[in-house]
Nanobody, 124 residues
Framework: QVQLVESGGGLVQPGGSLRLSCATSGSIFSDNGMGWYRQVPGQERELVAYIANDGNTNYADYVKGRFTISRDNARSMVYLQMNSLKPEDTAVYYC??????????????????WGKGTRVTVSS
């Protein structure tokens, strides 16, 4: 059974840190790269970062140097360490397959799995 459960969000002051966790179930996640996405109400979901199975990482320009994505395949977990948080980082954060795998599975495998996300609010 496919499952994605995000956690670790909360209210933090500008400049603060949070560590998000994503618990996954289903072999598809260990077979593919994984990504973190975020969405602000009224806006489209956007990519934050992704990590390949070999550990290679990629980040959106607006989080480079501040966020770090990692994964623990043995525990089926994906993490996002967020430092130097800014008010514009406020969003609901989701984990899922990396962008390439996600596009493929959406188009050819009717992929429609998303977790409930975890809300991050950066405010003083």
């Amino acid at each position: 059974q496919v499952q994605l459960v995000e956690s670790g969000g909360g209210l933090v002051q500008p400049g603060g840190s949070l560590r998000l966790s994503c618990a996954t179930s289903g072999s598809i996640f260990s077979d593919n790269g994984m990504g973190w996405y975020r969405q602000v109400p009224g806006q489209e979901r956007e990519l934050v970062a992704y990590i390949a199975n070999d550990g290679n990482t990629n980040y959106a320009d607006y989080v480079k140097g501040r966020f770090t994505i990692s994964r623990d395949n043995a525990r089926s977990m994906v993490y996002l360490q967020m430092n130097s948080l800014k008010p514009e980082d406020t969003a609901v954060y989701y984990c899922n397959l990396d962008p390439t795998a996600l596009r493929y599975h959406v188009q050819f495998r009717a992929w429609n799995y998303w977790g409930k996300g975890t809300r991050v609010t950066v405010s003083s």
